[in-house]
């Protein structure tokens, strides 16, 4: 590939979701993307005694265990937001069609949702994780880091296989080193090692975390193909299946369901609002399926 060839890739990139996603989503949101970006506020305001109808994620343990009954934190709404990107870029993100692959579907929502963010002046940081923390961006605006953040997406190295993906290293990573409340997506197939679910428990409480879990439907329900070679992407072993076998079609649909309850459970154990995003789904039309819900949940 020529420098003038990768220099140019974000860019195009770029011109390709400005026509084709956010003049949709600007047409459909009517410019309001308050309920995609904007939780239960950011400044911190005030405390007051608990009410039962209050979300118990902004319960202020420390003030509570002195004051002996609950207490929560009340926050207010600023027009400026900082949004960081938790990036999983391990092995298992290329999976998917040759064209619209996982980490396709990652650049593209990264790409659309910086834009968003940074045309109406606020910030955008990332860190990008395969067996480990590679990089961290630090938050800037502008159209300038935008391009950035997709170009290093584009030229981030091929991860290695060095065995299951570990999730608790990026979201500790993200609250170690996010100081100020900002907003976070973090972003990921959620194929980990387990063990993360408290992490994000505990970056919950600091910031409004946003989970964009991605996903292919053969991970779901595998087609009858006949005998084929699957492999695992996080550490290459290979194994032999006949998919003519119609129990082993049950039984994989019934482990990815599990795989699949287990990890809705920890979103809402969190407080974290999700989105799933499959490969085959328009993004525009999962977006403001996302923004709806989440302003279903404001009211």
């Known amino acids: 590939m020529s420098t003038t060839t990768a220099a140019s890739a974000p860019e195009r990139i770029l011109i390709r979701l400005d026509w084709q996603v956010i003049r949709r989503l600007d047409g459909l949101l009517q410019g309001d993307y308050r309920s995609l970006f904007y939780g239960h506020g950011l400044d911190f305001a005030d405390l007051r005694e608990y009410q039962p109808q209050d979300d118990i994620r902004y319960i202020d343990w420390n003030v509570t265990a002195r004051m002996d009954t609950p207490y929560v934190r009340q926050y207010v709404e600023e027009r400026d937001v900082t949004g960081w990107f938790l990036l999983d870029l391990s092995p298992s993100m290329d999976f998917g069609a040759l064209q619209n692959q996982k980490r396709s579907v990652l650049v ?130 290979q194994l032999y299946v006949d998919t003519n076998d119609a129990g082993f079609r049950r039984r994989f649909k019934e482990a990815a369901a599990q795989r699949e309850d287990a990890i809705d459970t920890a979103f809402k154990r969190a407080g974290v609002d999700a989105l799933s995003l499959s490969t085959e789904e328009d993004l525009v039309k999962a977006i403001v399926r996302f923004a709806t819900l989440r302003k279903r949940r404001r009211r």
Not at 182 to 203: R, Y
């Open 108 to 237: 593209d929502f990264v790409t659309t949702v910086s834009r968003l963010l940074t045309r109406h002046g606020n910030n955008v940081g990332a860190v990008f994780y395969s067996d480990r923390v590679d990089k961290m961006i630090p938050a800037r605006g502008g159209r300038i880091q935008v391009l950035r953040i997709v170009n290093d997406l584009l030229n981030q190295p091929e991860p290695r296989r060095t065995g299951p993906t570990n999730l608790t290293k990026l979201i500790e990573m993200g609250l170690h080193t996010i100081k100020r409340r900002s907003l976070i997506f973090l972003v990921s197939d959620f194929i980990s090692e387990p063990g993360w679910e408290q992490a994000l428990n505990l970056l919950s409480r600091k910031h409004e975390v946003l989970a964009v879990r991605l996903w292919d439907p053969r991970e779901i329900e595998i087609p009858n193909v006949g005998l084929i070679v699957m492999e695992d992407a996080e550490t290459g072993e």
